[in-house]
C-alpha cells in the first residue's frame, strides 16, 4: 500500500500547473458498492445519490462538518487503498476524485477540473506522508530510514503543489527523525542532504524550514562539506537574484552560515575565492547587478551578528537599506568573533578585487557601517585595512573620497586610522601609507592637503613630532 501510492504519483495529471494545498471545500460526494464497478453506469443511473458536504482534510482523515450519511463517521486516510482521478467522457462528472477502499469507492465531485486536481494533489501529499511516517515508526534501520526520506523529499519535489506547508511537513518529518536517530551513518544523511539541495533553485523564496534546516547542517552538522556542495548551486541563485534581505532575513542567515562553512573547510583553502570569483564571472563587468549588494548585506549582518549590543548600534541608512530595519533576527544568531571575521573579511578583501565592485563598495562603507565593538576588534580593523588601501589606490576619485568625512564632524576612515585614534591598528604605519598614496594621487595636491590637514590635524601633529620625513615635508603646522 506504502509503495502503491508512491508509483501512482509518478502517473497523476500532466500539468504545468500549481496548485495550493487545500484544507476544506464544498464538494459532492458518492459512494459506490463493491458489486458496482462500472463507473459510467453508476454516474449514468438517474437515481444516483449525490450528498453535498463542507468536507475537511487533515494530516489523518477527512471528515465533514454535517456529519450525516457517507460522513458521518470521519474516513481516515491509512484505510485508503488508491487514490485517482475519474476519467469518463460524461461532462457532468469530469472533476470527481474517487477513493478506493475495501469495501467500494467514494467519489469527490469538485466545482471545477482545477478544484478537483488541488484536492487529488492535496489528498496524494497527505496519504504519502502519513505512509512514510507509519514505515519511519516501524524500523530502525538507518538505510530504510535514508531511503524513507529521500523519497519522501522526491516525492515533495514532483508534487505539483506550490505551497509552504509541504516543505514544513516534510523538513519536520526529516528533522524529528534525524533528532531521534542516534546511529544514522554520515554517508546516510548526506544522501538525505543531497536530495533536499534542488529544492533550493525550486522555491522563490525558500521556506523558513528549509533555510532553518540547511544553516543548522553547514553550522554544526556532521556533513557540513557535503551540504556546501550540494547549496552551491542554490545559494548562487539567492545571490544572483534580487532579494528582500530585510523580510527574508532567514535567507540571508543561511547565506552567511553557507560562507563560514564554505570558508572553513580545511580540504580546500581555495573554495572561498573560487566562490567570490565564480558570483562575480571571468568578465570585467559582473554580469549580475545584485551580487555584490547582497554580499555585502551578508557581510554587514555576519559582523553585527557577531559584535553587536543594544548600546553599540548606530542609526545608520546603509545599515538600514542593506539589512532592513529587523534587528531581531540579527542579534539573535550570534557567532563567535573570531570566526565572523577571519571568513568574512577575506571574502570583502576578494571583492575589492574586482575593479566594478570597488565602486559600489565604497559608498556603502563611506558611513562606517559596524559596530563600535568590531572597529575595535584587531583582526577586524586589520582586514579593513586592506579594503582601504585599495581604496586609496584607486585611481577614481569617487572611491578614493569615501576615507574622508560624509559631512562636517561625521567620522571617518582616515581618522579610524590615524595613530591619535584608539582604533589605529599598527601605530600609524597604515596612516602613513594611505596618506602617501592618496597625495602621489591627487590632481590637486594643495586641495587634498587642506583636506587632510581639517580632517586628521592632530594626527600630522604628532607624526611630525615623531620626526618623520615625509609628514615634515608636508608642512601642515
Not at 373 to 393: D, H, I, Q, T, Y
Request: glycine content about 4%.
Amino acid at each position: 500500500q506504502h509503495y502503491f501510492i508512491q508509483s501512482n504519483l509518478s502517473m497523476s495529471i500532466e500539468s504545468t500547473s500549481k496548485f495550493s494545498l487545500v484544507s476544506s471545500g464544498e464538494l459532492q460526494v458518492s459512494h459506490v458498492s463493491p458489486h458496482k464497478r462500472v463507473i459510467g453506469k453508476v454516474f449514468g443511473s438517474i437515481n444516483r445519490r449525490w450528498e453535498k458536504h463542507t468536507v475537511l482534510l487533515t494530516d489523518t482523515q477527512i471528515y465533514s462538518q454535517e456529519k450525516y450519511g457517507i460522513f458521518s463517521m470521519p474516513i481516515y486516510l491509512d484505510l485508503i487503498q488508491h487514490i485517482d482521478v475519474v476519467s469518463t467522457w460524461e461532462p457532468a462528472i469530469n472533476s470527481a476524485v474517487q477513493l478506493k477502499f475495501t469495501d467500494g469507492i467514494i467519489f469527490l465531485q469538485a466545482n471545477s477540473p482545477y478544484e478537483r486536481d488541488r484536492w487529488f494533489h492535496s489528498l496524494l501529499w497527505k496519504y504519502s506522508i502519513l505512509n512514510h511516517k507509519k514505515a519511519l515508526k516501524m524500523t530502525s534501520c538507518p538505510e530504510i530510514i535514508a531511503k524513507e526520506l529521500k523519497s519522501l523529499v522526491n516525492i515533495a519535489l514532483k508534487s505539483q503543489l506550490h505551497d509552504p506547508q509541504v516543505w514544513t511537513d516534510c523538513l519536520v518529518l526529516i528533522s524529528n527523525q534525524l533528532n531521534h536517530t542516534n546511529s544514522l551513518p554520515p554517508n546516510a544523511l548526506e544522501e538525505i542532504i543531497e536530495a533536499l539541495g534542488p529544492a533550493l533553485g525550486q522555491l522563490n523564496p525558500p521556506t523558513p524550514e528549509l533555510c532553518d534546516f540547511f544553516s543548522r547542517y553547514c553550522r554544526d552538522g556532521p556533513c557540513a562539506a557535503a551540504a556546501v556542495v550540494v547549496f552551491a548551486p542554490g545559494v548562487h541563485c539567492i545571490l544572483k537574484h534580487n532579494v528582500d534581505f530585510g523580510k527574508y532575513t532567514y535567507i540571508r542567515t543561511f547565506a552567511r552560515d553557507f560562507i563560514i562553512a564554505l570558508a572553513s573547510q580545511d580540504s580546500c583553502k581555495e573554495s572561498l575565492p573560487c566562490f567570490v570569483h565564480t558570483m562575480h564571472s571571468p568578465s570585467a563587468r559582473c554580469p549580475h547587478p545584485r551580487v555584490l549588494p547582497n554580499l555585502m548585506a551578508v557581510f554587514l549582518a555576519a559582523i553585527w551578528s557577531a559584535f553587536d549590543t543594544k548600546c553599540s548600534y548606530r542609526r545608520n541608512s546603509s545599515v538600514n537599506l542593506l539589512l532592513g530595519s529587523n534587528r531581531t533576527e540579527i542579534s539573535n544568531n550570534k557567532l563567535p568573533k573570531e570566526k565572523v571575521t577571519s571568513c568574512f573579511m577575506k571574502m570583502i578583501e576578494l571583492c575589492a578585487t574586482h575593479e566594478d565592485w570597488v565602486k559600489e563598495m565604497a559608498p556603502l562603507l563611506h558611513p562606517i557601517p559596524f559596530p563600535e565593538e568590531a572597529l575595535k576588534f584587531p583582526s577586524f580593523v586589520m582586514g579593513m585595512v586592506n579594503v582601504l588601501k585599495r581604496f586609496a589606490n584607486d585611481s577614481r576619485p569617487e572611491v578614493r573620497e569615501c576615507l574622508f568625512p560624509m559631512r562636517e564632524g561625521k567620522e571617518c576612515w582616515i581618522q579610524l586610522i590615524a595613530p591619535d585614534h584608539n582604533c589605529c591598528p599598527d601605530n600609524g604605519q597604515t596612516f602613513c601609507e594611505i596618506v602617501r598614496t592618496l597625495l602621489d594621487r591627487a590632481t590637486v595636491r594643495r586641495k587634498l592637503v587642506r583636506q587632510l590637514a581639517h580632517s586628521t590635524l592632530d594626527a600630522f601633529r604628532l607624526m611630525v613630532i615623531r620626526g618623520d620625513e615625509f609628514f615634515v615635508r608636508v608642512g601642515l603646522i
